[in-house]
């Protein structure tokens, strides 16, 4: 989501310690969980990837719609959430594998058989039992993924797991020097690469993949008998149902639209920056940083995105841009006028961002206009009503309409809008950590 605008709140911390640090971005994190909750949004904070920004951890703030452009996962029973590429698993328990289940290596012609549907359907079986072998180079030097075939490898995650700075696909030469084949070939036999697993090959025997050689394949390929790996790890991206790493129960997914964005950054730019000061002892330490931002225009956008109905804007009390929106029926009706500007200034004066209609237009078209913008509350001043000393109130977000009488309007309706903005401002009133 772009606007046409931008504007961004930022704020970095700089602190003497990794505990002061660590309180920095609680602080944050917890008004930034304020905030969003104040406003009104449906949201979830979630741990992110830091990307090229870098630090010890970040956190996004993601506002939940079906629109959104990013996709985040959640325990569908405890409050662990993060977003695809941060999304962790449950680890699997490792097993013991059992020689005596291996069955004899062997060697399969699979001409210009390469893809994992392809290999399936060749050599009749699923791809829960082909090898992925991968070949990547982290900050310039080839390393090697096995992922089960009906799995995708998370580069976030082999980049953080590895320390490195970055890691992409290796070219078509590359895969050439370290498996002595072309791609759609390779395997974890006798490559010339650090080999690392995902978790989802743990416990697996008699495996088909790559023979390392064009054109073939091999079949009953076992761990610890025909090849080796450095470790296993969680590697690939996160399914719906993949069990949570918290609490083992199935993660669900849902979308969102990123409207805020904190991060733990340690020292890495202080460094860059020799940012430091003397300690008590006198010693010259680096600070260590924190960087927090929300784009308000994306939060203007993702709330409306959020919160809007067929004939226009709902919008939360709090961020609304009035409060309240009097329509007189008929501006030019002496007796309706004059009770639109009265009941317009005791509202000002008692505080409530009010917005007087007092075009020349028929009802209709103010009605519409004024469900277009979305203002919370809509006063109708009608001479029926007037005559019995009335005024009608319609909530925008529900549709229902009460009757005021005019004498007691002014203190009503502050009450109505003052009780909406107590709620939304309730400092109970967020997500937990």
Known sequence: MRCREFDMKDAYSFDADEKGADESYEKMFKAYTRIFSRIGLKFRPVE???????????????????????????????????????????????????????????????????????????????????????????????????????????????????????????????????????????????????????????NRINLVMGANREDYHVKNANLGRDFTVMAFADLRIIRESDPCPRCGKPMRFARGIEVGHVFKLGTKYSKAMKATFLDRDGKEKYMVMGCYGIGVGRTVAAAIEQQHDEQGILWPMTIAPFHVIIVPVNVNDEKIAAAAETLYRQLGEAGVEVLLDDRDERAGVKFNDA???????????????????????????????????????????????????????????????
């Open 371 to 433: 469900d277009l913008i979305g203002i919370p509350i809509r006063v109708t001043i009608g001479p029926k009503s007037l005559a019995a000393g009335n005024v009608e109130i319609k909530f925008r977000r529900t549709g229902e309409t009460r009757t005021l009488a005019v004498a007691e309007a002014a203190a009503a309706i502050r009450d109505i809008v003052m009780g909406e903005l107590k709620a939304l401002n309730d400092p109970h009133n967020g997500h937990p950590r």
């Open 48 to 202: 992110a990837d830091s990307g090229n920004i870098g630090g010890a951890y970040s956190h996004e703030f993601m506002v939940l719609a079906d629109t959104g452009e990013d996709a985040l996962a959640f325990c569908s029973s405890c409050d662990y959430a993060a977003n695809l590429e941060k999304a962790e698993i449950a680890r699997p328990e490792q097993r013991p594998l059992d020689p005596a289940r291996f069955k004899p290596l062997e060697t399969v012609h699979t001409p210009d058989v390469r893809t994992i549907e392809e290999v399936s359907a060749f050599l009749n079986v699923t791809p829960q039992d082909i090898v992925k072998t991968l070949v990547f180079t982290a900050d310039g030097k080839p390393v090697a993924v096995l992922i089960r075939g009906d799995e995708e490898v998370n580069e976030a995650k082999l980049r953080n797991y590895l320390g490195a700075d970055s890691v992409e696909l290796a070219t078509d030469d590359i895969v050439l020097e370290v498996t002595g084949s072309p791609k759609g070939f390779a395997g974890a036999i006798g490559i010339k690469a650090p080999v690392y697993a995902d978790h989802s090959l743990m």
